[in-house]
T-cell receptor
């Protein structure tokens, strides 16, 4: 069964304390893995697309990496404005996209 | 411009009302989506339109009726909803329905009384 699991469920960091969020997946054929940021009461904001193992993408303090079984979202020296829920989604086929349950990230000043 | 717009932002309706949610994008995307999101849960896919044709209906009750009048517009018609249908309804679009990132609108917060 196709599945996407994100961990941890919630993460509290001090400002400047780097860490990583995990998205592990089990799908029959990966067509793309997407990372989104979602603020409360708003729609998800697209961050990255990864297509193949070994691929990496960066944007400001965020870096996404992909292996054959999981993806990591690394956050370097986070700021309070990075607080949000980070969602991982996997496109398992042309007609199937699966979202993980998200990681709620809180950065304390 | 990577903007998807949705109206209204908030909607309160009774169980006997008929209302519609609207979504618009001008990015030339040919796939559009409706999602339902409950608090602290990920978005749940409801419908997918590809090239203005309904491609996927994820077993959504008939009280939700989607419509795609043209490649830029997507509507969701609501009728006889239940209180458990209260949620954030998100519209998204992507270049095509195949391995492309989706861009989401801000959502409509729906409350059914």
């Amino acid at each position: 069964e196709d599945q996407v699991t994100q961990s941890p469920e919630a993460l509290r960091l001090q400002e400047g304390e780097s860490s990583s969020l995990n998205c592990s997946y089990t799908v029959s054929g990966l067509r793309g893995l997407f990372w989104y940021r979602q603020d409360p009461g708003k729609g998800p904001e697209f961050l990255f697309t990864l297509y193949s193992a070994g691929e990496e993408k960066e944007k400001e303090r965020l870096k996404a990496t992909l292996t054959k079984k999981e993806s990591f979202l690394h956050i370097t020296a986070p700021k309070p404005e990075d607080s949000a829920t980070y969602l991982c989604a996997v496109q398992a086929s042309a007609s199937k996209i699966i979202f993980g349950s998200g990681t709620r990230l809180s950065i304390r000043p | 411009d990577t903007e998807v717009t949705q109206t209204p932002k908030h909607l309160v309706m009774g169980m006997t009302n008929k209302k519609s949610l609207k979504c618009e994008q001008h990015m030339g995307h040919r796939a559009m989506y409706w999602y339902k999101q409950k608090a602290k849960k990920p978005p749940e896919l409801m419908f997918v339109y590809s090239y203005e044709k309904l491609s996927i209906n994820e077993s959504v009750p008939s009280r939700f009726s989607p419509e795609c009048p043209n490649s830029s517009l997507l509507n969701l018609h609501l009728h006889a909803l239940q209180p458990e249908d209260s949620a954030l309804y998100l519209c998204a679009s992507s270049l095509t329905w195949d391995s492309y990132e989706q861009y989401f609108g801000p959502g409509t917060r729906l409350t059914v009384t």
